[in-house]
């Protein structure tokens, strides 16, 4: 069975950083994308950013200089460093990584800043 466990998130200052982790389970997911969505309060969940697997990167324009996606192969985990956080970022963010016929997510985890 496949699981996507996330940690990290918090309540944070405007300005502050946070590092967001979702380690998958049940299968490797060496050979294709993983990334982060996330959903605000009264929204619909938006794509953050994605790494593929070659390691290239694509970043949604309100985040870009600010946040990074990375990805352990080894530890079949994918990061989100966010940095310069602003209360707009507030959201429940959610991994997922894909396999060629299904998308799996993680748990979501709260991430809060506060003005």
């Known amino acids: 069975q496949v699981q996507l466990v996330q940690s990290g998130g918090g309540l944070v200052q405007a300005g502050g950083s946070l590092r967001l982790s979702c380690a998958a389970s049940g299968r490797s997911f060496r050979g294709t994308a993983m990334g982060w969505y996330r959903q605000a309060p009264g929204k619909q969940r938006d794509f953050v950013a994605q790494?593929?697997?070659?390691?290239?990167?694509n970043y949604v324009d309100s985040v870009k200089g600010r946040f990074t996606i990375s990805r352990d192969n080894a530890k079949n985990t994918v990061y989100l460093q966010m940095n310069s956080l602003k209360p707009d970022d507030t959201a429940v963010y959610y991994c997922?990584?894909?396999?060629?016929?299904?998308?799996?997510w993680g748990q979501g985890t709260q991430v809060t800043v506060s003005s």
């Open positions: 997922y990584a894909d396999s060629i016929s299904s998308r799996y």
């Open positions: 790494v593929s697997s070659s390691g290239s990167t």
